[in-house]
């Protein structure tokens, strides 16, 4: 299975735009890039996920660069609900796999008033 | 309104006790899962079911059962030979395949054996 990298940690301001970054060197071309978020003592929530072209939802916006090796999770407006894990998992639609998913440790997000 | 209910949200147990930990879908989805998240860690996943009457296991299944009689149920049972049983057990169903794909979360049930 491809790995994801992200960081740990990362702090932001309410109402400033966040820009959360995964690496994942070795995506293959059938990889979808997914991202989910966890608040706190709650089940993960969907968030957005793309292939190859930028994409945009009510919630947020992926940015996934060219060579597919990297993509950026744009919160536009972060609130404080928006404190949470965040979590990049590639997932290889040739392998089914029953549709599982591999989670890393996923980077935390504080959001400062 | 449709979800994933697991229920209950805390549980307590002594050592050496089963425990089924239940798990409910109104989506009508055909797959469910069973994942096990640790402090500060993401989520693995124990068992998951494609269909009725079938399931496999995920990547830390020792030590746990399941079954899938009903299409709307997944219950997963926490056995004695599971080493370390105290976590949070998170249930997720999905929908869609390839490009069109979501999995979706119930609350979790927070499982602490002593």
């Known amino acids: 299975d491809a790995k994801t990298t992200q960081p740990n940690s990362m702090e932001s301001n309410e109402e400033e735009p966040v820009h959360l970054p995964c690496n994942h060197s070795t995506i293959s071309g059938t990889d979808y890039i997914h991202w989910y978020r966890q608040l706190p003592s709650q089940g993960p929530e969907y968030v957005i996920h793309?292939?190859?072209s930028n994409v945009n939802n009510r919630m947020a916006s992926l940015a996934i660069a060219e060579d597919r090796k990297s993509s950026t999770l744009i919160l536009h407006r972060a609130t404080l609900r928006d404190a949470a894990v965040y979590y990049c998992i590639l997932r290889d639609v040739r392998y089914n796999q029953g549709g599982k998913l591999i989670f890393g440790q996923g980077t935390e997000l504080s959001v400062k008033p | 309104d449709g979800g994933i209910t697991q229920s209950p949200k805390y549980l307590f147990r002594k050592e050496g006790q089963n425990v089924t930990l239940s798990c409910e879908q109104n989506?009508?989805?055909?797959?469910m899962y069973w994942y096990r998240q640790d402090p500060g860690q993401g989520l693995r996943l124990i068992y998951y079911?494609?269909?009725?009457?079938?399931?496999q296991k995920g990547d830390i299944a020792e030590g746990y059962s399941v079954s899938r009689e009903k299409k709307e149920s997944f219950p997963l049972t926490v056995t004695s030979a599971q080493k370390n049983p105290t976590a949070f057990y998170l249930c997720a169903s999905s929908i869609g395949t390839g490009a069109s794909y979501e999995q979706y979360f119930g609350p979790g049930t927070r499982l602490t054996v002593t």
């Open positions: 079911s494609q269909i009725v009457n079938d399931f």
């Open positions: 793309g292939l190859t």
């Open positions: 989506l009508n989805h055909d797959a």
